[in-house]
Nanobody, 116 residues
Framework: QVQLVESGGGLVQAGGSLRLSCAAS????????MGWYRQAPGKQRELVAE???????NYADSVKGRFTISRDNAKNTVYLQMSSLKPEDTAVYYC??????????WGQGTQVTVSS
């Protein structure tokens, strides 16, 4: 089955940038969609961004204009470029894959902490 490994999390000041990477064990070309979720303490897990096999993207309103999701099929990797980070972006970020209609595969998560 598909294995997903996130990297790139860390501590950053408000206004700074981070790029998260998600490496998949197999080709992502046949995956219906790849996405990034996040979960802050005491809050529900939320979809931050997703990218379909067609290349179309969707973003949560809270990150639109600041975050960019992209895919490199040759490297079987999906990225989340995060800019103009805010303290409220602090969360554990999870990479996920939706081969059919469910988000079936998940990474272990990477912590992003934004200081004010």
């Amino acid at each position: 089955q598909v294995q997903l490994v996130e990297s790139g999390g860390g501590l950053v000041q408000a206004g700074g940038s981070l790029r998260l990477s998600c490496a998949a064990s197999g080709s992502i070309s046949n995956i219906n969609a790849m996405g990034w979720y996040r979960q802050a303490p005491g809050k529900q897990r939320e979809l931050v961004a997703e990218i379909a096999a067609t290349g179309s993207t969707n973003y949560a309103d809270s990150v639109k204009g600041r975050f960019t999701i992209s895919r490199d099929n040759a490297k079987n990797t999906v990225y989340l470029q995060m800019s103009s980070l805010k303290p409220e972006d602090t969360a554990v970020y999870y990479c996920a894959a939706r081969p059919l209609y469910e988000w079936h595969y998940w990474g272990q998560g990477t912590q992003v902490t934004v200081s004010s």
